[in-house]
């Protein structure tokens, strides 16, 4: 029944993918409710992960240019890198016209999306803005601070996010590999902001209950349970031919006149 309902409201396709991936039904609905438990405990590490790296950008980026408005630099530059750039920033300005909400610096660099943040990393930009975004990771060790290095985790930190806040499958991504990375990139902007997140990270516990579950032996069919249930009751004087035998209204719901 829960098989049935999962595959009628959350589609075929996508329960598929699970089954695929285990032996029978039961166990494919089990680890889909693995796979919402890991996806759950990832969404602070992105929450602390996307917002600091986002204000470190506009902390670096308003000291680099002398102004929180920054992004304001970038427009009619004549650099089409910037210019895309800027035209984002425009989107974002008028979702929140739309919205009614005052066009703050805070306001537009809480709006932009993460992918927005991750793309100034990209080689057309980073180019010209190497100074400022490098900053933002301070405390990365010198052997790591290159910006291929730094695009590299947050490109694969941003898919991450993406598979999770979508909910697609994760059980079989490196997940260890992944949340390790991405907590690495927090400490890099500051080790306290890691430190902190470490005490509250359920990554960790979700993963572990995952593994024990997905490598545990399959659990007894129906039947040897219930094989297992009647020896239990003749092992305590209570067999099978001792119990009253039902009565067929009980079975047939009809009156016995």
């Not at 075929?12 to 991936?21: D, E, F, N, V």
């Not at 080689?123 to 910006?147: D, E, G, H």
């Amino acid at each position: 029944m829960v098989w049935q309902t999962l595959e009628a409201k959350l589609s075929t396709p996508r329960m598929s993918r699970y089954l695929k991936g285990n032996r029978n039904k039961d166990r494919a609905a089990e680890a889909y409710v693995h796979n919402m438990k890991i996806a759950e405990s990832l969404v602070s590490v992105f929450h602390v992960l996307e917002v600091a790296v986002r204000n470190g950008i506009q902390k670096e980026m308003a000291l680099e240019y002398g102004r929180d408005d920054w992004y304001e630099e970038w427009n009619g530059t004549g650099n089409a890198n910037f210019q895309k750039l800027y035209d984002k920033i425009s989107e974002a300005k008028n979702e929140l016209r739309n919205r009614r909400v005052e066009l703050t610096p805070d306001n537009i660099v809480a709006e932009l999306s993460f992918g927005f943040w991750t793309s100034l990393f990209n080689r057309a930009t980073i180019i010209n803005l190497s100074k400022p975004l490098m900053r933002v990771f301070y405390f990365c060790p010198k052997s790591m601070r290159q910006p291929d290095n730094i695009r590299t985790r947050l490109n694969k930190g941003r898919d991450l996010r993406n598979r999770c806040f979508h909910h697609e499958p994760l059980l079989w991504q490196p997940l260890y590999e992944l949340h390790r990375d991405v907590s690495e990139v927090i400490k890099w902007i500051e080790p306290g902001l890691h430190a902190w997140i470490k005490i509250h990270d359920r990554v960790p516990a979700t993963l572990g209950d995952w593994i024990k579950w997905r490598d545990s032996p399959e659990p007894a069919h129906a039947e040897s349970v219930l094989s297992a249930t009647n020896e239990q009751r003749v092992s305590n004087g209570i067999s099978k031919s001792a119990c009253p035998a039902a009565n067929p209204a009980q079975v047939t719901g009809q009156r016995q006149d």
